[in-house]
């Protein structure tokens, strides 16, 4: 079975009849062009031809959103500088920083769609300056490697914004947040919540708007107890995904700027103990690869 298998991909077999080195380089990429990337990657083992068209800049431009230049402009010329386009789509498939390296964006690799994360340091959080309100601390997971940590506030607010040529697309807005402090005990992750309060006395409200007009609001408890023991899962000591709205972007020609906030603001009560990592963006349908948003 092994070398049948071995025949078909040569030129030919050993009774005549064609293999799948006969297929022309150019119908091989034609075939590539309604592939996934690892799918492309996968079949470029099986022969010559197969290789070739895997390597074809027709094939892999197709992968690339319609403004990937804009997003090379992101990096240093001598980085891309001569690269084929099959290295291209594998530059931009990691993460490219900008904005101080507090804005991170980046091509999903099944389906070469951009997709973006920005960091907390990046956001205006009322009353920062003060430390006995919030801090930063540092983790590994974060994709950014810090945090702001909220330790006790009656006026809670976050707020950022962000100008970029998305391509066309239906994009969902998440923030990323934890309740209850993480550290390290003995090697093992384990959290602390001896701050952690107030967050089931009201609802945060989440809220998106974008330049051309669109707007999304949605409220949420992030203390739930009572829907954590209905759903069986439970909010405190996990990373949890809070999502803002949709937005849709016809085209990347004007500049989309979409603004994002988050706030509690209601001083009849304190609250504490949450960390905020990140406000994430990615096309709605895309299937999330990577655990824990990092």
């Known amino acids: 079975m092994g070398a049948s298998l071995s025949n078909l991909t040569e030129n030919g077999s050993a009774d005549g009849r064609p293999g ?17 990337p690892p799918e492309i990657c996968n079949l470029a083992r099986l022969n010559r031809a197969f290789r070739g068209a895997a390597s074809s800049d027709a094939v892999w431009e197709s992968k690339l959103p319609c403004n990937y230049h804009q997003l090379l402009d992101l990096l240093p010329q001598q980085n891309y500088e001569g690269l084929c386009k099959k290295d291209i789509f594998a530059l931009l498939a990691r993460s490219v920083p900008f904005d101080d390296g507090n804005k991170e964006v980046w091509l999903d690799r099944i389906s070469g769609r951009i997709c973006m994360s920005i960091s907390s340091k990046a956001m205006s959080i009322t009353g920062m300056e003060d430390r006995r309100h919030w801090n930063w601390f540092p ?16 006026w809670f607010e976050l707020s950022g914004k962000v100008k970029f040529p998305f391509p066309p697309d239906i994009y969902t807005l998440t923030f990323r947040v934890h309740l209850g402090k993480i550290f390290k005990r003995l ?23 974008t330049s051309d007009g669109q707007h999304a609001v949605s409220e949420c408890f992030l203390d739930d107890i009572g ?18 709205g949709e937005f849709v972007v016809s085209s990347s020609d004007p500049v989309t700027e979409v603004r994002f906030s988050m706030k509690q603001i209601d001083c009849t009560h304190s609250k504490g103990g949450l960390c905020v990592d990140s406000v994430s963006i990615t096309p709605s349908d895309l299937k999330v690869h990577t655990s824990k948003g990092v």
Not at 197 to 208: A, N, S
Not at 227 to 244: L, M
Request: hydrophobic letters at 35%; a negative charge; glycine letters at 8%.
């Open 20 to 36: 799948l080195g006969d297929i022309p380089e150019s119908c091989v990429a034609c075939v590539f062009m309604y592939l996934t």
């Open 139 to 154: 983790t590994e997971e974060s994709r950014f490697h810090v945090v702001a940590y909220c330790q006790q506030v009656w």
């Open 187 to 209: 090697g093992r992750r384990a959290c602390n919540f001896e701050h952690t309060h107030g967050w089931d006395l009201g609802p945060v409200r989440f809220e998106l708007s």
């Open 227 to 244: 829907q954590d023991d209905a759903n069986g899962n439970i909010k405190r000591g996990s990373w949890i995904e809070y999502k803002v």
